[in-house]
């Protein structure tokens, strides 16, 4: 009978890409996907800790494997890999006993070598290094049969530091793969009939390397991807203010295969909050980056993410962020609460904002949001759209795919092959989609 494995994926876009990287290298030892945790051999959670609901997700879930554990004893391997588990490290042995391992993000390069021990001695194994090198998944990274859209990092860790920030802590500071690595795995995801990259990293703009005679900046980079044969479009995230250059927003000018949309956090609209978060740039700074953003690329979208009850964040402080957001008028906007995060500096500020204070001001937020995203959709019905074809809709009854500037388009199934880019006319739209013919 052939072992199986089952990964659970929390967080974010880089969770993901660490997913599949895991899946590839479990599937060349000999494991199988399964559908479900419960007939798995070996059962894995990928995790997020950028925010307390994702740890409380992720411990939730966490709870319910161990009872499946507990059942199947030594017939299942259960392991925590990711953001949580370098934060927690031991302590999650302590609350939870019938873990088997706990791994970092820098150590999934070692899965074999972390399970082995596992499998044939029965020994718990906890691997939480930062000083590794990041993924290269150049050689192996395979897809899903008819999957169009990939992702690709390109660095890992961050070096910014920024107040509330764990990133730093638990995924190490920045280091940037080799260009020619990014290259060979976006050729080999072509090849196999990948239409769309996107690239990662949590900061994607201050990519650097520099080789025997050669450096590549993001800009660079960017360009070089750009002459693969068969892409046809290529994206990033996440953007820092602060790195965004003039080099940077002439490739949206000059690259026909880079799509115009750009996600780029602001987190707060108040100099005062910015400076206490450590940010690096004020909301004059962003505004002008947004200015020279639409002069270069008028129909760019930009989308970005924002955060409520900072510690000290004044009415007057959280009005500015409105006020911030009714002059740039994002496509979407990512808002969430403010959350201590361990060690971080944020975690020993005081004046901390009321937990009632942030569910108000996140309710006024998303709704203002809500008003300008729809408002800016409906400007589209009527209006001809090109659409990369990734597949079925939710509902199964349509196709799905999405426009150069990221919006989601449903439409009928007879328009389009998956991978085709489709001409299609918006009828109707939705806060979170469109709806074509």
């Excluded at 199986?4 to 880089?14: H, K, R």
């Excluded at 800790?49 to 966490?62: F, H, I, P």
């Excluded at 940037?176 to 795995?185: A, K, V």
């Excluded at 880079?258 to 609209?269: I, M, R, V, Y």
Aim: proline share 4%.
């Amino acid at each position: 009978m052939n072992k199986s494995f089952y990964i659970a994926t929390m967080g974010c876009q880089m969770n993901e890409y660490d997913s599949e990287f895991l899946a590839q290298q479990l599937m060349e030892y000999g494991y199988a996907p399964a559908d479900d945790p419960e007939s798995a051999d070996i059962v894995l959670i990928n995790t997020c800790t950028v925010r307390e609901k994702a740890d409380q997700k992720a411990m939730s879930l966490l709870g319910r494997l161990t009872r499946i554990k507990a059942k199947k004893g030594a017939d299942m391997v259960l392991g925590v890999a990711g953001c949580l588990a370098q934060k927690q490290g031991q302590r999650l042995f302590d609350r939870f006993p019938q873990l088997d391992l706990i791994m970092g993000p820098r150590e999934l390069t070692k899965i074999r070598e972390i399970l082995d021990p596992v499998l044939f001695q029965q020994r718990k194994m906890l691997a939480t290094r930062l000083d590794l090198p990041p993924l290269n998944a150049s050689k192996t990274h395979q897809i899903q049969k008819g999957q169009v859209c990939a992702y690709v990092s390109i660095m890992q860790g961050c070096d910014n530091f920024c107040t509330y920030c764990i990133v730093p802590y638990v995924r190490g500071r920045e280091i940037s793969r080799p260009p020619g690595d990014i290259l060979q795995e976006a050729r080999l995801l072509v090849d196999q009939g990948v239409k769309e990259i996107t690239l990662l990293g949590q900061n994607v703009n201050s990519y650097f390397w520099e080789g025997p005679g050669n450096s590549y900046t993001f800009p660079s980079l960017l360009e070089m991807l750009g002459h693969i044969p068969g892409l046809l479009r290529l994206r990033f995230t996440t953007s820092h203010p602060k790195d965004l250059s003039d080099n940077l927003i002439r490739c949206f000018q000059d690259m026909e295969v880079l799509c115009p949309h750009l996600h780029l956090p602001f987190q707060a609209g108040s100099n005062s909050v910015l400076e206490r978060m450590k940010r690096g740039y004020t909301r004059e700074h962003y505004l002008d980056l947004v200015d020279k953003l639409r002069d270069a690329v008028p129909h760019i979208a930009i989308t970005s993410d924002v955060m409520v009850g900072f510690p000290g964040e004044s009415h007057a402080d959280f009005e500015q962020t409105l006020d911030l957001m009714k002059k740039i008028r994002f496509d979407a906007l990512f808002s969430f609460k403010y959350s201590d995060r361990e060690g971080t500096v944020a975690a020993q500020l005081h004046e901390k904002v009321g937990e009632k204070e942030k569910r108000d001001r996140l309710k006024v937020l998303q709704s203002l949001q809500k008003e300008i995203t729809l408002q800016k959709n409906k400007t589209l019905e009527g209006k001809r759209v090109a659409v990369l074809v990734e597949g079925q809709s939710k509902k199964g009854a349509q196709l799905m795919g999405r426009t150069a500037t990221n919006k989601i388009v449903n439409f009928p199934r007879d328009k389009g092959n998956m991978g085709d880019i489709v001409n299609v006319v918006v009828k109707t739209a939705f806060i979170n989609s469109l709806k074509a013919e």
